[in-house]
């Protein structure tokens, strides 16, 4: 591990946090962008982003909450919200920025987004926290998998 590399959240549900506030902040900046390739650059960083999260949530977060909460609800529905999440990414890889249609997908990709967010944090999250989960040693085995997943990307 190199020196200037930033500390990693080691806990799982820290490290969940702060992907979402850092999705915000990309689609707060997408809101001011203008030209046409700063709207690129920030659609792609945001659907890197989200789709590393997703993934590393669906590989391991939810499997554990899903067993250590024994839930048939919450797990359920954040992975059907996901799939609406994944479709408007994989509509947005394959568009140029030059049109009305382009800025509403990057709208409703933010709403789906808030409210995912949302309820995960208020739900899902508590419940989490509450739980038996060793969420040091989770959110190790997260942040693994995001630093082999970007590499992928990169
Ligand atoms: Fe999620
Ligand atoms: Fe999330």
Redesign the pocket.
């Known amino acids: 591990m190199t020196a200037d590399k930033k500390p990693t959240p080691n806990d799982a549900i820290a490290l969940?946090k702060a992907d979402h506030e850092a999705v915000s902040q990309l689609f707060a900046e997408y809101e001011n962008a203008r030209s046409v390739p700063n709207k690129k650059a920030l659609v792609a960083e945001i659907c890197t982003a989200l789709s590393v999260?997703?993934q590393i949530?669906?590989e391991i977060?939810?499997p554990a909450v899903k067993k250590a909460l024994k839930d048939k609800l919450l797990v359920p529905e954040?992975?059907v919200?996901?799939t609406g999440?994944k479709d408007l990414i994989a509509q947005l890889e394959g568009d140029e920025p030059d049109g009305e249609m382009y800025d509403a997908k990057v709208k409703v990709l933010s709403e789906y987004v808030k409210h995912?967010?949302k309820e995960?944090q208020n739900e899902m999250f508590p419940k989490v926290k509450s739980s038996s989960l060793d969420l040091v040693e989770l959110g190790e085995r997260m942040a693994a998998r995001k630093d082999e997943l970007l590499a992928q990307v990169a």
Do not use: G, I, K, S
């Open positions: 969940l999260h997703a949530e669906e977060f939810y954040a992975t919200e996901h999440v995912h967010v995960e």
